[in-house]
Nanobody, 123 residues
């Protein structure tokens, strides 16, 4: 099982980025998916998650209204659209597969993780 995250980069505060996570349909089609992030010196934290069919989403309070998670079921891709980025959003962002079909906030509920993509927001 492999998840490939991409789309990170350097952006100025107020800018936008879209992250993508590609997984095989066979391994993720019935699973919820999520994005987590880890800033330097901090623990990994939940960002957003989506249900198996894209019908349900949840967000961390810190990104609600700025970030949008979505998935292209047919292409087995999960996106994280990030708008109004702030320096505190700087982190390595990881996509992960939920053991269940619903979205979840706990990292322990995820069984496969991508390699991470770095997002740096300059002030």
């Amino acid at each position: 099982v492999q998840l490939q995250a991409s789309g990170g980069g350097l952006v100025q505060a107020g800018g936008s980025l879209r992250l993508s996570c590609v997984g095989s349909r066979r391994t993720s089609s019935n699973n919820g998916m999520g994005w987590f992030r880890q800033a330097p010196g901090k623990e990994r934290e939940f960002v957003a998650a989506v249900s198996w069919n894209g019908g349900g989403t949840i967000y961390a309070d810190s990104v609600k209204g700025r970030f949008t998670i979505s998935r292209d079921y047919g292409q087995s891709v999960v996106y994280l659209q990030m708008n109004s980025l702030q320096p505190e959003d700087t982190a390595v962002y990881y996509c992960a597969r939920n053991r269940r079909s619903v979205p979840g906030r706990e990292a322990s509920g995820y069984d496969y993780w991508g390699q991470g993509t770095l997002v740096t927001v300059s002030s």
